[in-house]
């Protein structure tokens, strides 16, 4: 979801970059709800309602995955590459003057990165700060995921183990796999991470309802076994989100 006013911003489209935040997040609000009412409806009314609705919800990617192609490596990643020239022309797009100065700058920090010791945390009280509320927002989280999670599966008819196990597995590789981005950006630069990222949900979304279709009503009905089946077809899925929080 981070992914898409970074990209805007970097391609320059439109000419009112702070109205891209706003605008972004009235289309991801308007366009979750009608996701959530049209998967109710088509669940309630079609055979294969979910089915249908989780693989054509992939196709959504397909817009991020052609952005993906048009934005420009960041300039740090450009800078450890040595490409100088397309490091200039990065911070070019996301600032219009001093572009010079500042990959000077940025250079000289990545220069000295390693000779300079590493500051207490204490003396730093706004990242202390942030990271007591993020700690404080994922406690908080805790309730969705023990409660709500369960609770829509429980429904779906999916056994009570496979309910609480799912919520678990889903925070613990969106856990995991925040952890390796900032490895995964710095070595292969955020285009090809995001190209990736993409193709994989397009190929997750795909998967899962093509198995369901093609031998879930002769091999694994709506029970204990598709809730497992699901939940190994939904981990890459999960992996290919949690990709997009990465630093870009």
Aim: charged residues 15%.
């Amino acid at each position: 979801m981070q992914a898409i006013p970074i990209i805007l911003s970097d391609i320059n489209v439109g000419k009112a970059p702070k109205w891209n935040f706003l605008a972004y997040n009235s289309i991801m609000l308007w366009g979750s709800t009608s996701t959530k009412a049209a998967n109710m409806a088509e669940c309630h009314n079609f055979r294969y309602g979910w089915r249908w609705s989780f693989a054509s919800s992939g196709f959504l990617a397909l817009p991020l995955l052609v952005l993906s192609f048009f934005l420009s490596e960041t300039p740090r990643f450009l800078i450890k590459k040595w490409c100088m020239e397309e490091a200039k022309e990065s911070l070019k797009m996301l600032n219009k003057c001093g572009a010079e100065v500042e990959l000077q700058m940025l250079a000289g920090m990545m220069g000295n990165k390693g000779k300079k010791k590493r500051k207490k945390l204490s003396h730093s009280p706004l990242l202390l700060l942030n990271i007591v509320a993020q700690i404080f927002q994922q406690v908080l989280g805790l309730e969705s995921l023990l409660f709500f999670g369960p609770l829509l599966l429980q429904s779906a008819r999916y056994t009570y183990n496979a309910s609480f196990v799912a919520p678990l597995i889903t925070e613990a590789v969106r856990a995991g796999v925040a952890g390796l981005t900032y490895p995964s950006y710095r070595f292969f630069g955020r285009r090809m991470n995001l190209v990736s990222a993409c193709i994989g949900m397009i190929l997750a979304h795909v998967s899962l309802p093509g198995l369901f279709l093609l031998v879930g009503d002769y091999i694994f009905p709506l029970s204990q076994k598709s809730a497992y089946v699901g939940m190994a077809f939904a981990i890459p899925l999960i992996s290919c989100y949690s990709m997009f929080s990465g630093p870009f």
